[in-house]
């Protein structure tokens, strides 16, 4: 699938990702930020809108500026630029909530074969981590690492 992505202003250390959203709506600043989680030897990835108001990423918040592929494009795009700075490391994102872990369910499965190729992508369901994950079902969180 060739959606188009936004060019993307990256942190030196690689784990902020800015990019402007250009739609319906306006123009809205999305933040892509990695998070090492201490004990866990993961990164979290966090995704949403900047609020100027508390300087902080709202990942609750729904933007609907009708560039929805082109957001998800440009956030897996960032997910591949922070893997290639950090080859050894695992990443883990899930939903805020249950709307957002369908959401990502749908994603995952929509740019699967795009991504799979350069990324290891699992699946976290209740019966525990999936290496192979299996289209149409419904997992928790991805865990995802750059392949060999």
């Known amino acids: 699938m060739n959606y ?14 800015e990019f402007i ?9 999305k933040i892509v930020e990695y998070s090492y989680l201490d004990g866990l030897n993961l990164w979290n990835l966090g995704f949403g809108d900047f609020d100027p108001i508390s300087n902080k990423i709202d990942d609750e918040v729904i933007s609907d500026n009708g560039d929805g592929r082109k957001v998800i494009k440009t956030v897996a795009l960032t997910l591949v630029q922070f ?5 050894k490391e695992t990443v883990i994102f899930m939903g805020s909530d249950s709307r957002r872990t369908l959401l990502y369910n749908r994603i995952v ?3 699967y074969n795009e991504f799979s190729e350069k990324l290891l992508i699992s699946g976290w369901s ?3 981590i999936e290496i192979d994950i299996e289209t149409g079902k419904q997992y928790i969180a991805f865990i995802i690492r750059k392949s060999s």
């Open 4 to 17: 188009p992505s936004y060019d993307v202003a990256v942190s030196k250390n690689k784990s902020r990702y």
């Open 21 to 29: 959203s250009v739609g319906r709506k306006g123009h809205i600043r």
């Open 83 to 87: 893997l290639e700075a950090y080859p």
């Open 109 to 111: 499965s929509q740019f």
């Open 126 to 128: 209740q019966e525990g």
